[in-house]
């Protein structure tokens, strides 16, 4: 076989310039594979995942943000991304504006509110 | 494209023997090795609590001193984990799997009378040692003050 | 122009085994509009993660799916091996590959038969799960289980198959490759097939990588990619090339698995061919993880992602599964969307979905 596994790519950036490098990387070539919510220390990591189809790369932008921090939605650019961001919505409490199709906290039908993010740690 | 294609087939399976067995009747055969329900050898058992920290579900208890080991038949998801985890080796995987219930019931095993009296004097011996330890100590530190 | 109604389809349907949910928005019998809504089955699996150790998460991780369960344990087994820097034996390798695709057989002949099922071909349904049946018995006798393999640990694979039982997989092998060559003509060519499939819910290759659609779904649409192509497990001592279809409609869709499972028994009688003879099992694993990976995967159902951050303590920050039927959804959507409503059934079958593990 040809293709090895190539290394995972960690970008840190900030949360405004999240539209800006989706646009970049959707112009070279990426394709949007996931995002996900992580509660690290009282902080939210953000991963979005782009892969390159071609050379089997993997690029990840890593948001780290305090919990009241606003993030854009990144569907109108990726209309992919509509379930992944409405879940970090859900699950973590992550303030995503301007979702394409917002569930409204209605993706999952679960009882608590954001049963995975800071209200579950002060507890 | 063609029509009827699967008749052939069709015809020969309406000929064919069942491929289904009538389960309850039959008896099913598995095969060596199939992961079916716990079993324990409760006389090599020794109360570690290995198997009941390994457990991802927590089905399992052990009482150390009643010398008992219960399995929640209805929790075990029969993983196999604790197999792996048990020291002694006192624990199997054995064919056949739990059978449907209308409640849920736990199994306890206890060990024989033999073994739960040889483990009795087996930790009575040790307490008794551990006291006369405990009291030379004592005596030694209070002879060291004096002098 | 008529008027605008809203059907809904779902949670219950015949064509679905698991409950999904579209309110489809029809006019006369098009369908213009399909919303899709997730949720009944919702389990909490990764919130689960940040109470059980990592190595009790390798049962957690298997029961994400009852279909592609080994799958699921292999690809957080190799996500954690990798944060650890462990190198698993290659018989164990090996082992992993061929459970791998046996578990990749016996889940596209489940799709088949549902498939034949949805266009109303009952007969080939039960031939398609007869089949299916050798492959969970060859599960059974080799790990354990039908279904749930729970093989995999953190290092390595806890069982072996010892040397005649890799005889019966390969005789048994022979005899499903015979019987799949007449399920395969009656696929391809029977017109009731045809009649339903062809040219049915097309999706171009754009489309696919805009919604971001992945594994077989993909393919038929010609996006070339299949993970097992990065060379995880074995996979980077066997030969093969990703199955490729251009049409982009359901036909194509049936194609692909078809010819997997063909693909799959290549793999696994060149696995079998190739495998050491070395005992060696597994790593010991010392200590806890301390770190994060990305791990991808090719499940049946399409390329899988494994999240694994650990900060050095035997509990994970985080562990998180993408399933590919989650990435799925989107195209499914955009696919629905000026087709027939007595086509709806067979669409949201093509993408093979699988909602349990899609909730997690």
């Not at chain 3, 596209?108 to 031939?127: K, T």
């Amino acid at each position: 076989m040809d293709i090895k596994i190539p290394e995972n790519e960690l970008e840190m950036i900030e949360g405004s310039d999240l539209l800006k490098r989706v646009l970049e990387l959707k112009k070279s070539g990426f394709r949007f594979s996931q995002a996900n919510a992580a509660l690290i220390d009282g902080n939210f990591e953000l991963s979005y995942s782009f892969s390159d189809y071609e050379t089997y790369g993997l690029h990840t932008l890593r948001i780290v943000t305090d919990t009241e921090q606003e993030i854009p939605s990144i569907t109108q650019i990726v209309p992919a991304a509509v379930f992944y961001e409405n879940e970090m919505k859900e699950l973590y409490g992550v303030k995503i504006k301007m979702i394409d199709l917002d569930y409204r906290d209605k993706l999952y039908r679960i009882r608590q509110t954001a049963p995975m993010g800071k209200q579950k740690t002060e507890e | 494209m063609a029509l009827m294609k699967f008749a052939p087939e069709a015809l020969k399976n309406l000929f064919m023997k069942p491929a289904t067995k009538m389960y309850p009747n039959e008896e099913p055969v598995y095969p060596e090795g199939s992961r079916g329900h716990v079993k324990i050898s409760i006389d090599d058992c020794i109360s570690c609590g290995m198997c009941v920290r390994a457990c991802p579900n927590g089905a399992l208890k052990v009482d150390r001193n009643a010398g008992t080991w219960t399995i929640d038949r209805f929790d075990c998801i029969a993983c196999g984990y604790c197999v792996l985890k048990c020291p002694k080796k006192c624990l199997f995987m054995e064919k056949g799997y739990q059978v449907p219930g209308p409640e849920k019931k736990e199994d306890t095993y206890t060990k024989s009378p033999e073994v739960l009296a040889a483990e009795e004097e087996k930790r009575r011996i040790a307490a008794m040692k551990a006291a006369e330890a405990k009291a030379a100590m004592e005596a030694k530190a209070s002879e060291e003050k004096k002098g | 122009m008529g008027k605008r109604s809203v059907i809904p389809f779902g949670p219950q349907h015949p064509v679905l085994p698991e409950p999904i949910h579209i309110d489809l928005v029809v006019e006369d019998e098009k369908v213009v509009e399909a919303v899709p809504s997730i949720g009944f089955v919702h389990r909490g699996l990764e919130s689960l993660a940040e109470k059980k150790d990592f190595n009790q998460l390798v049962y957690v991780a298997e029961r994400t799916c009852g279909i592609c369960s080994f799958q699921h344990g292999m690809g957080y087994c190799e996500a954690v091996e990798h944060i650890m820097g462990l190198e698993v034996p290659r018989r164990a390798k090996f082992l992993r590959t061929i459970w791998a695709e046996l578990s990749r057989i016996h889940s596209h002949l489940l799709w088949l038969g549902l498939l034949a099922d949805g266009f109303g071909f009952e007969n080939l349904f039960y031939q398609c799960w007869r089949i299916r049946e050798k492959i969970l018995d060859l599960h059974e006798l080799t790990a354990g289980g039908r279904l749930i393999f729970s093989v995999n640990k953190v290092g390595g694979v806890i069982k072996d198959i010892e040397g005649d039982k890799l005889d019966t997989i390969l005789s048994t092998l022979d005899e499903v490759d015979d019987e799949l060559r007449v399920i395969r003509s009656v696929f391809f060519e029977d017109r009731t097939v045809l009649s339903r499939l062809k040219g049915v819910g097309i999706l171009s290759k754009e489309q696919i990588n805009d919604l971001g659609a992945v594994g077989p779904f993909a393919r038929a649409s010609g996006v070339r990619v299949d993970m097992r192509m990065l060379g995880y497990a074995a996979y980077d001592e066997l030969s093969f090339v990703p199955i490729v279809s251009n049409d982009g409609d359901c036909y194509a869709r049936c194609f692909i698995r078809m010819m997997e499972l063909f693909q799959s028994i290549k793999l696994i009688r060149e696995a079998i061919g190739k495998i050491p003879a070395e005992k060696d099992l597994e790593v010991p694993v010392k200590g806890n993880p301390d770190g994060e990976y990305f791990m991808r995967l090719e499940q049946p159902r399409g390329e899988a992602f494994y999240y694994v951050k650990a900060s050095g303590k035997p509990i994970l920050d985080r562990m998180r599964i993408r399933t590919p039927t989650f990435a799925n959804i989107p195209a499914l959507c955009e696919m629905l969307k000026n087709t027939e409503i007595a086509d709806v059934g067979l669409l949201v079958l093509t993408i093979d979905p699988c909602v349990s593990c899609t909730e997690r």
